[in-house]
């Protein structure tokens, strides 16, 4: 199947980035926050399809921000994006919360049960996604962006 018709379907996805330089500010109810520079990963839903959300991630065309990770993007590089189709995210949430540390409590998660939904990076990314026989597949913002 072409990748955008892939990301027409209803999912969620784990976007990993880059954030290049420390971050400190204040996003939402979630106050004051710092994080390092580092490899992360963010759980996020689409259930229209996630090609405009993550076209408006890559393109970083948003005026002000939206959604908690919005505060992130201007200091970060996205490196790729897991599209997953059988599982909601908040399933993936606690998935990555029984092995990878938490970058920030809440982010992300104020409306679910979840700790988070923002993570350390680990190489076991995609291990524990085959480990659940999950159907996904990985993009980049390249793929993305030349989708209409």
Request: proline content about 3%; overall charge positive; some cysteine.
């Amino acid at each position: 199947m072409d990748i955008c018709m892939y990301l027409l379907r209803p999912s969620s996805y784990l976007m990993v980035f880059e954030l290049v330089r420390e971050f400190r500010g204040v996003i939402g109810i979630l106050g004051h926050v710092r994080l390092s520079p580092g490899f992360y990963v963010y759980v996020g839903s689409a259930r229209k399809g996630a090609l405009i959300r993550l076209r408006r991630y890559c393109s970083k065309s948003f005026a002000k921000p939206r959604w908690h990770i919005d505060y992130l993007l201007e200091f970060s590089k996205i490196d790729r994006f897991y599209i997953v189709f059988n599982a909601h995210e908040s399933e993936l949430a606690a998935l990555l919360s029984g092995t990878l540390d938490v970058a920030i409590p809440r982010f992300g998660a104020t409306d679910t049960r979840n700790t988070t939904h923002l993570f350390v990076y680990s190489e076991v990314l995609e291990e524990l996604l085959r480990s659940r026989n999950y159907n996904y597949v990985r993009v980049t913002c390249d793929d993305i962006l030349r989708c209409g």
